[in-house]
């Protein structure tokens, strides 16, 4: 077009980058194989060294955001030709080419060696939507902020932000999958002039990786609704706390001009009357707004009387503006990929519903056609008749709109591609006409088909089309091909139903960005069942070799052949084998007679036949042979007895759920697969779950039926997608039985007795027992059990060689007339005698990996429990000496025959290893890397830091002694060193180097010349060292083999922050010399630091401070040590990774995103954890870091499958109070301890309590699509809340009644009328309804009380500070929240040591209780007994309140008049006591700190002698019989009236 001549907005731009690196064979272009361009020529990349590091540089390079794995999408087996780099970035570089690299040579690499990167991909703008809510809890307006972002696999971090603000006001996390976050703002004001935005973030390697912001949003108080988007339909208003429609009465263009501006959607066109966007619900607002037109905000018009409610307005009003005008969308019906000469079709152009007259345009290279559609229809047609070739090509449409003034016209349509053309399909370079890499011939050229999107029904259409039977299963696929041409098509889109491919959906020819390496491959059947009511039943129909089908005639037909045929299809058992054309008599030939099948062939051609094509027999179309196949079968069990229940329905096998499952549903399936009686209904998880949302519910048989479709049942969609499946194990598949001895030794003596025990399931039958030996076919005992027994015993006594030999046993029962006989079980071994050992692999015969002679073979010894004892024994048993070392860890290399026993236990008081404690032969759970060995030897050095070094001990009569130090020397040392095959003595010590020795001393003075083979034979004495102590024992350090250092890293967390510290610890052993400690990090040559440590030091220190990026690696070190000008190093540490960034983790193959196994993203690749030490703690912070509720389970054993990748963490220990997992103390995987079959695993619940005072109480809240939202409470009553409390594990339920005071959750309403009748497990297995997430229409928040969290009661009382007067009235409220069916209040009052009780009946949740005066002193507690469904509980008890006693009112004249007394009575006592007196006041502050006489008597000790007289003569003391402290008062007064003339004035006053 000419320049400015176009139809495209900016949210059209074109873009373009340009690299020189490129992502290929991925979904996208930001995930794959990585590429380099070499010239003019691309290139894969081959880096053994490739990390997450190097992929985030190419993730910055195409801008495609954080890198997420480095994991690959090609599985194909050949090799690539490639170039090999070994590259090492920081992650921060802008190509690759800046990071440290050593390009080596052109070579080829594995799939596995080549570098792929998965980068989270351009991240597109946000979708923030405004919505305006009632919280009737507060009684304010509330805002919601949505923000909605792409669907990632991984966490995400979403920011809200102000307009014009540069940090956000509140962050919000999701997790893998979410897609929105919510946010909600208080105080709602419409006339709020805040613009919000929200913007999305993921860190992996370097800084985040952040989203262009959201479009800025205002909230203004007006929508347009019901139209076919935001910019049309009826126009509504909120006020009041509700949207109400606006009534149409004096509205003219200008107000809808305003409105259209308002909302940001560019010009009104055409304010429309008679409400065709029908008239709302709720009041009408009638409105006297006036605009100019030019206003920006409908707030800026001109109003008089404000909004008002309105019920006499007849029309809404109702709104077009520009911002309506949307592209159009444009199919073809009928939609086929392709079509046929002379095929008639039509284009359909639909638009958004305006109720405007519109016209539209249909273009393709050739033509521009116009119609115009009046403004009651949407949607225009083009009729194609009798298509010729030129009609192919793309086809498009757009439309324009007249208003005022102006022509309006939208975007293009996308386009649609109309192909005129016979396709030809076939099945290439497979084993026959009907196997192959699926081609397509295609404008005169054969291309290839993409698998992206392909699956069953597609694979059914093509073997129809190409009269090739029914596709076989991708299981039996053994081969795959590649083409070489063009790539037609990909995404293929048939239902399995059309005749002929083209029939099909599919992307249009030549576009996609497939390789070949996807190409589709299919197997068809070279059989067919024709004319059944299904795909597993019908006539029998075989495929020749010249591509002709023929029948079978039904002569000798039985079940056996029809077995073939049914598993060649993968369909059940065969059932039955009719003949006499049960499904019609076909028009093909019979050529197939006398068929006689095992029933173990794949192909029905294989079983022995006669051909009738040059025979005189006769056969007809009416005995033409059929077979019926069971349409249910058992998937991932051990055998076809046992496993998921599948249903064949709709041309696909899909599940049946568990919900309602039993033992009679069971027993049909049993029945009709053909395998006996239901033993069990396991749950279909053990055997793998289903992937479908359809399946069977509900599924209800008295067990009388012959097939399961006979049955009751439902197909349906599960809300969350997964789900527990039904599984089933019938009797065709007895489990083996358990067969053991006991003592549980593995050699008897003779003469000995042993019992032999079998073990079966609990089948609650009558069943007989065989126990058999080695070959017989004759039992050598039976046993018959009864119905309640599982075991039988068999006892073997006075043991002869004859009765070495294996055993077995086996069991049978019989139901209905049928004998049921199950498999042996595993054999037990009776060995008579000594075990026969070997020590191979050693450097001479005293040492080795342990082998024993078992059944004819040699075999290993697991190191389990493997210690110096048991090693001791196989030493003497070769007549070696003694142990000096038991290793294991395949120390002398793995062995490769059968390893024979497990967990030795020796105490060393037994004669021989075969009377030690172990498991049974052949019994452990072990590796080869586990093999045991012995070092055994006449010498050995104890107590040292290695098998090199330490005190001398030498083998004397059976026991070890030691050796005096006298005259011992680097001579004497050499020949010991020798001897342990140690290489040198570098120090020879007479002083006890290492601890003394505890054994006795039996060599002294030794003399050796270097040259002896063995200590023993040096000219030595055996006498002389009764003056010889163990501080003198002989000691010696030989330079060996140095011992590895150990590493350590403090603190021992898995992952580190940028800025953190890290100290790494480096412990050699003690050799008590200088020793120089050098630390080593991966890639780098040198030293990173050198340590030198004294003789007594054994610990090197390197910190490594501020941590960068830079700092990530292994982390080794090294030790050197130095004797007479040589130097000795060790080997390298094991190492110890410093890793910088969060750790993310997942649950995997469980029924929802918040259980399954758990993975960590670790070492740049997902990961799975051993369960060693796997507990609660560890799974609460799995579940809180991915929030999801609480932790219900920490499970092991691989509950939830097995996992592919590598098993990154072997330990974990966390405290529960962790925010992440990488934040608990952990350990790397270091030895073959673990195996997937240990994969830890975690179940957090997929159903919630949220706002209450605990886990156990709260709004309910449901996972759904990975996303928590809520439960409408209409209908919801204490059954549900019972099933709900049991999953959570929170006891029962004691309340189902709406608490406002919970809230409501920030997800939307997933489920409403939920009907549980209250014995579900989970709460997934109630009957719901599955609401679209909108709201509750019919009720309110669903919301439980468990016994676990009952609700505390509160208590108050008048008057508020708890003292009362005799007389006045105490008011006690208690109260608690209104929730339960029936209350008794109960309040407890504790009074001078005695308690009491008041009960009262509550209403509306509390109770008033009223006492009086004297009577309600003491301490209360208020106390409730609720009644709920039958049962009371009681509540815990408030907090004490106490009440008191005032002290009545006084009368002030009495006051007045005892205070005289008091002063006269002081005065008395001044005079007679004045010289005291001095001395009381000369030792204290005054008189008047004294409070009363006997203060003043008391002041001092010294004084109470000259007092006592006088204070016992008017005050007798306390206790004196009939004397009271009013008594003391009174005796004063009189006292003083008795003696007033003596006082003498002038003293006291001077006094």
């Known amino acids: 077009k000419h320049w400015i001549e176009h139809s495209c907005k900016h949210d059209q731009d074109a873009s373009v980058i340009c690299s020189d690196v490129r992502l290929m064979s991925g979904t996208s272009h930001c995930n794959g194989k990585v590429e380099v361009l070499k010239g003019n020529k691309w290139t894969s990349l081959c880096s053994p060294t490739w990390s997450l590091q190097e992929a985030q540089v190419v993730c910055n390079i195409l801008g495609c955001g954080a890198a997420l794995s480095v994991q690959s999408y090609e599985f194909a087996s050949y090799l690539y030709s490639t170039f090999t780099m070994d590259i090492s970035c920081d992650g921060t570089e802008s190509h690759l080419m800046d990071c440290q690299s050593n390009t080596t040579h052109e070579t080829y690499c594995s799939p596995q060696q080549l570098a792929h990167v998965n980068c989270l991909g351009i991240m597109p703008k946000p979708l923030l939507s405004l919505s305006p809510f009632y919280n009737a809890h507060t009684g304010e307006d509330e805002l919601e902020l949505k923000c909605t972002i792409p669907i990632f696999n991984i966490n995400i971090t979403v920011n809200f932000y102000k307009v014009n603000e540069s940090q956000p006001f509140t962050v919000k996390k999701l997790s893998k999958s979410e897609q929105s976050a919510l946010h909600q703002v208080t105080g709602l004001n419409i006339l709020d002039t805040v613009k919000y935005t929200c913007q999305y973030e993921h860190k992996s390697v370097g800084p985040a990786h952040k989203s262009p912001h959201s479009d800025a949003r205002q909230f203004v108080g007006l929508r347009l609704m019901d139209g076919s988007n935001n910019c049309v339909g009826r126009l509504e208003m909120y006020q009041n706390h509700r949207w109400s429609p606006v009534c149409d009465a004096s509205w003219t263009l200008q107000d809808s001009q305003v409105v259209c501006r308002t909302l940001g959607c560019g010009t009104a066109l055409i304010a429309l009357e008679g409400a065709p966007f029908g008239n709302g619900t709720g009041p009408m607002w009638m409105t006297d707004i006036t605009c100019k037109g030019t206003e920006s905000l409908h707030t800026e018009c001109h109003t008089s009387s404000g909004n008002k409610e309105t019920q006499s307005c007849k029309a809404v009003t109702s709104i077009v503006c520009s911002g309506g005008i949307q592209k159009p969308n444009i199919s073809l019906s009928p939609s086929y990929m392709a079509f046929k000469k002379d095929d008639n079709l039509e284009l359909r152009c639909s638009l958004p519903k305006l109720h405007m007259s519109t016209s539209v345009y249909f273009k393709s290279k050739n033509s521009l056609t116009r119609q115009t559609l009046p403004a009651s229809r949407s949607t225009a047609v083009l009729s194609l008749r009798s298509l010729k070739p030129w009609h192919e090509g793309e086809y498009g449409c757009h439309y324009e709109v007249e208003y005022p003034g102006h022509t309006l016209r939208s975007p293009n349509s996308e386009t649609v591609h109309i192909f005129v053309d016979d396709l030809k399909w076939a099945l290439r370079n497979g084993r026959s006409d009907c196997a192959g890499r699926l081609e397509v011939y295609h404008n005169g050229q054969w291309g290839t088909v993409c698998a992206r999107g392909w699956d069953l029904r597609d694979a059914h259409v093509v073997?129809?089309?190409?009269?090739?039977?029914?596709?076989?299963?991708?299981?039996?696929?053994?081969?795959?091909?590649?083409?070489?041409?063009?790539?037609?098509?990909?995404?293929?889109?048939?239902?399995?139903?059309?005749?002929?491919?083209?029939?099909?959906?599919?992307?249009?020819?030549?576009?996609?960005?497939?390789?070949?390496?996807?190409?589709?491959?299919?197997?068809c059947s070279e059989l067919r069942?024709?004319?059944?009511?299904?795909?597993?039943?019908?006539?029998?129909?075989?495929?020749?070799?010249?591509?002709?089908?023929?029948?079978?005639?039904?002569?000798?037909?039985?079940?056996?052949?029809?077995?073939?045929?049914?598993?060649?299809?993968?369909?059940?058992?065969?059932?039955e084998a009719p003949g006499s054309s049960m499904f019609g008599h076909g028009s093909i030939p019979i050529l197939m007679t006398d068929l006689n099948c095992t029933g173990s062939e794949s192909l029905l051609k294989q079983c022995p036949f006669v051909s009738l094509e040059n025979s005189t027999r006769n056969c007809s179309n009416a005995d033409s042979a059929g077979v019926i196949c069971a349409g249910v079968r058992l998937v991932k069990g051990a055998s076809k007895c046992t496993g998921r229940v599948e249903l064949f329905h709709e041309n696909q096998w899909l599940p049946v759920s568990s919900r309602g499952w039993d033992i009679w549903d069971a027993q049909v399936v049993c029945k009709e697969i053909g395998c006996g009686f239901a033993v069990s209904?396991?749950?279909?998880?053990?055997?793998?779950?289903?992937?479908?949302?359809?399946?069977?519910?509900?599924?209800?048989?008295?067990?009388?039926?012959?097939?399961?479709?006979?049955?009751?049942?439902?197909?349906?969609?599960?809300?969350?997608?997964?789900?527990?499946?039904?599984?089933?194990?019938?009797?065709?598949?007895?489990?083996?039985?358990?067969?053991?001895?006991?003592?549980?030794?593995?050699?008897?003596?003779?003469?000995?007795?042993?019992?032999?025990?079998?073990?079966?399931?609990?089948?609650?039958?009558?069943?007989?027992?065989?126990?058999y030996k080695a070959s017989r076919t004759t039992p050598v005992a039976v046993r018959t059990l009864s119905s309640s027994e599982n075991y039988a015993v068999y006892t073997m006594s006075y043991l002869d060689t004859s009765d070495a030999a294996k055993y077995t046993c086996t069991f049978e029962l019989e139901n209905v007339g049928h004998v049921f006989k199950s498999q042996e079980s595993n054999p037990i071994y009776i060995s008579i005698g000594e075990l026969q050992f070997r020590l191979v692999n050693g450097y001479n015969r005293c040492n080795g990996r342990v082998e024993v002679l078992h059944d004819g073979q040699w075999g290993t010894i697991c190191d389990d429990m493997w210690d110096i004892e048991d090693a001791n024994m196989v030493c003497k048993h070769l007549n070696c000496g003694l142990a000096i070392l038991a290793p294991g860890n395949a120390h002398f290399g793995e062995g490769s025959g059968p390893i024979w026993l497990d967990e030795i236990k020796c105490t060393g008081?037994?004669?021989?290893?075969?009377?030690?404690?172990?498991?049974?032969?052949?019994?452990?759970?072990?590796?080869?890397s586990e093999?045991?060995?012995?070092?055994?030897?006449?010498?050995?050095?104890?107590?040292?830091?290695?098998?090199?070094?330490?005190?001398?001990?030498?083998?004397?009569?059976?026991?070890?002694?030691?050796?005096c130090g006298r005259g011992w020397d680097l001579q004497d040392a050499a020949v010991v060193c020798k001897q342990m095959g140690c290489g040198f003595a570098m120090s020879a010590s007479g002083a006890s180097q290492f601890k003394h020795g505890k054994v006795p001393m039996w060599l002294s003075d030794v003399n050796c010349r270097e040259t002896e083979s063995n200590i023993t034979d040096c000219l030595a004495s055996t006498g002389n060292k009764q003056n010889c102590s163990h501080e003198e024992d002989a000691s010696v350090v030989c330079s060996g083999q140095l011992p590895r250092p150990t590493l350590s890293r403090s603190p021992t967390s898995i992952l580190f922050n940028r800025g953190d510290?890290?100290?790494?610890?480096?412990?050699?052993?003690?050799?008590?010399?200088?020793?120089v400690v050098y630390f080593l990090k991966e890639n780098i040559s040198d030293p990173i630091t050198v340590k030198t440590l004294s003789r007594e030091e054994i610990t090197a220190t390197h910190t490594l401070g501020e941590l960068k990026t830079s700092d990530n690696g292994r982390y080794?070190?090294?030790?050197?040590?130095?004797?007479?000008?040589?130097?000795?190093?060790?080997?390298?540490?094991?190492?110890?990774?410093?890793?910088?960034?969060?750790?993310?983790?997942?649950?995997?193959?469980?029924?929802?995103?918040?259980?399954?196994?758990?993975?960590?993203?670790?070492?740049?690749?997902?990961?799975?954890?051993?369960?060693?030490?796997?507990?609660?703690?560890?799974?609460?912070?799995?579940?809180?870091?991915?929030?999801?509720?609480?932790?219900?389970?920490?499970?092991?054993?691989?509950?939830?499958?097995?996992?592919?990748?590598?098993?990154?963490?072997?330990?974990?220990?966390?405290?529960?109070?962790?925010?992440?997992?990488?934040?608990?103390?952990?350990?790397?995987?270091?030895?073959?301890?673990?195996?997937?079959?240990?994969?830890?695993?975690?179940?957090?619940?997929?159903?919630?309590?949220?706002?209450?005072?605990g886990n156990c109480s709260g709004t309910v809240e449901v996972l759904h699509n990975d996303q928590w939202g809520q439960v409408c409470g209409h209908n919801w009553d204490l059954q549900n809340a019972e099933v709900v409390c049991r999953s959570l594990g929170c006891g029962y339920a004691i309340s189902a009644v709406n608490i406002a005071q919970y809230g409501h959750g920030p997800g939307p309403f997933w489920l409403e009328d939920v009907i549980c009748d209250g014995t579900e497990t989970s709460f997934s297995k109630c009957k719901t309804t599955f609401s679209t997430g909108v709201g509750c229409i019919n009720g309110t928040d669903a919301t439980v009380v468990?016994?676990?969290?009952?609700?505390?009661?509160?208590?108050?009382?008048?008057?508020?500070?708890?003292?009362?007067?005799?007389?006045?009235?105490?008011?006690?409220?208690?109260?608690?929240?209104?929730?339960?069916?029936r209350l008794t209040f109960i309040l407890h009052q504790i009074s001078n040591g005695t308690s009491s009780s008041l009960f009262a009946p509550g209403s509306n949740g509390s109770v008033v209780f009223t006492m009086t005066g004297g009577n309600s002193t003491g301490n209360y507690t208020c106390q409730y007994v609720a009644h709920v469904g039958g049962r009371s509980f009681h509540s815990p008890h408030t907090q004490t309140l106490q009440v008191t006693l005032a002290p009545p009112s006084t009368d002030y004249t009495a006051v007045l008049v005892i205070l005289a007394l008091i002063v006269v009575v002081a005065a008395v006592v001044i005079f007679l006591n004045r010289k005291n007196l001095r001395r009381c006041i000369h030792k204290d502050s005054g008189l008047e700190e004294y409070t009363n006489l006997q203060d003043m008597e008391n002041c001092d000790d010294s004084n109470k002698r000259d007092t006592t007289d006088t204070a016992e003569r008017y005050f007798p003391a306390e206790g004196k019989e009939g004397t009271t402290c009013q008594d003391h008062s009174i005796a004063a007064t009189d006292s003083m009236n008795e003696h007033s003339a003596m006082i003498d004035n002038e003293l006291l006053v001077h006094d």
């Open 529 to 575: 069942l024709m004319d059944g009511p299904n795909y597993c039943a019908g006539r029998v129909e075989v495929l020749t070799e010249n591509h002709t089908w023929v029948a079978v005639c039904n002569e000798n037909w039985d079940l056996k052949d029809a077995q073939v045929v049914c598993q060649h299809l993968g369909c059940g058992p065969a059932l």
């Open 909 to 928: 008081n037994e004669s021989h290893l075969g009377q030690c404690e172990m498991e049974p032969w052949q019994k452990h759970n072990c590796y080869h």
């Open 1061 to 1075: 510290k890290v100290q790494l610890n480096c412990t050699i052993p003690k050799f008590d010399v200088k020793s």
């Open 931 to 963: 093999d045991a060995g012995v070092i055994c030897s006449g010498v050995a050095l104890k107590d040292g830091p290695t098998f090199c070094a330490g005190r001398v001990e030498v083998v004397h009569k059976a026991r070890w002694t030691t050796v």
């Open 1116 to 1253: 080794s070190c090294q030790y050197e040590l130095g004797r007479q000008g040589q130097n000795f190093k060790s080997p390298e540490s094991a190492p110890v990774k410093v890793l910088l960034g969060e750790m993310l983790i997942r649950l995997v193959d469980g029924p929802h995103h918040c259980a399954g196994r758990v993975e960590v993203f670790y070492n740049n690749q997902w990961g799975t954890i051993c369960d060693d030490f796997w507990d609660m703690d560890d799974a609460v912070v799995v579940c809180k870091q991915l929030r999801c509720g609480i932790a219900m389970s920490a499970l092991n054993r691989a509950h939830f499958g097995k996992g592919a990748g590598p098993i990154s963490l072997e330990t974990i220990v966390c405290k529960g109070n962790e925010s992440l997992l990488s934040e608990c103390q952990a350990e790397e995987i270091k030895r073959n301890h673990c195996n997937h079959e240990e994969d830890a695993s975690v179940v957090c619940a997929d159903v919630k309590l949220l706002g209450g005072p």
């Open 681 to 771: 209904t396991k749950e279909g998880t053990a055997y793998g779950r289903r992937t479908s949302m359809l399946w069977l519910e509900d599924v209800n048989c008295n067990g009388t039926e012959s097939q399961l479709t006979d049955c009751k049942g439902n197909w349906n969609e599960h809300i969350d997608g997964y789900g527990e499946t039904a599984g089933v194990a019938c009797s065709g598949h007895l489990s083996k039985p358990t067969l053991i001895h006991l003592p549980a030794v593995v050699t008897f003596e003779r003469g000995a007795s042993v019992q032999l025990n079998c073990t079966l399931p609990h089948l609650y039958l009558n069943t007989s027992v065989y126990f």
């Open 463 to 523: 073997c129809r089309e190409l009269d090739c039977g029914y596709p076989v299963p991708v299981e039996a696929w053994m081969w795959i091909s590649h083409g070489n041409g063009p790539i037609w098509l990909r995404d293929m889109d048939c239902n399995g139903t059309e005749s002929h491919m083209n029939e099909c959906k599919a992307m249009p020819f030549g576009i996609n960005d497939c390789n070949h390496a996807e190409d589709v491959n299919l197997h």
């Open 1346 to 1381: 468990c016994s676990a969290d009952i609700l505390h009661p509160n208590i108050s009382m008048e008057p508020e500070s708890g003292e009362v007067t005799e007389g006045q009235a105490l008011i006690i409220r208690c109260s608690v929240i209104d929730i339960y069916e």
